[in-house]
């Protein structure tokens, strides 16, 4: 079992960035794969950025280039930087731990309670 805690959350302005945190109770550094999740009301929860430990980040379309993930095994924590924010980044973004299947797609195990972030001028 694995809790997630995410934080870092809140109103920022278009164009201005945020970034956000997610701390593991457990060492992810044994953990397969971690990822980040967004969701708006009425939609899916949309994969928005996952790495697999020590290897390569894959990122939706929508953020490439903008977003950034990265992870501090020391402290078992991953975070999200999200740069140049657009309205439609509005969202409650969750953090994930979980695995790669065979084809290497991110299969998300564990989820933590999620951080509203609102873009508005």
């Known amino acids: 079992q694995v809790q997630l805690v995410e934080s870092g959350g809140g109103l920022v302005q278009p164009g201005k960035s945020l970034k956000l945190s997610c701390v593991a109770s457990a060492s992810i550094f044994n953990i397969n794969a971690m990822g980040w999740y967004r969701q708006t009301p009425g939609k899916q929860r949309e994969l928005v950025a996952a790495?697999?430990?020590?290897?390569?980040?894959n990122y939706a379309d929508s953020v490439k280039g903008r977003f950034t993930f990265s992870r501090d095994n020391a402290k078992n924590t991953v975070y999200l930087q999200m740069n140049r924010m657009k309205p439609e980044d509005t969202a409650v973004y969750y953090c994930?731990?979980?695995?790669?299947?065979?084809?290497?797609?991110?299969?998300?195990?564990?989820w933590g309670q999620g951080t509203q972030v609102t873009v508005s001028s």
């Open positions: 790495n697999s430990s020590g290897g390569r980040t």
């Open positions: 994930s731990a979980g695995r790669l299947d065979y084809r290497g797609n991110y299969l998300p195990d564990y």
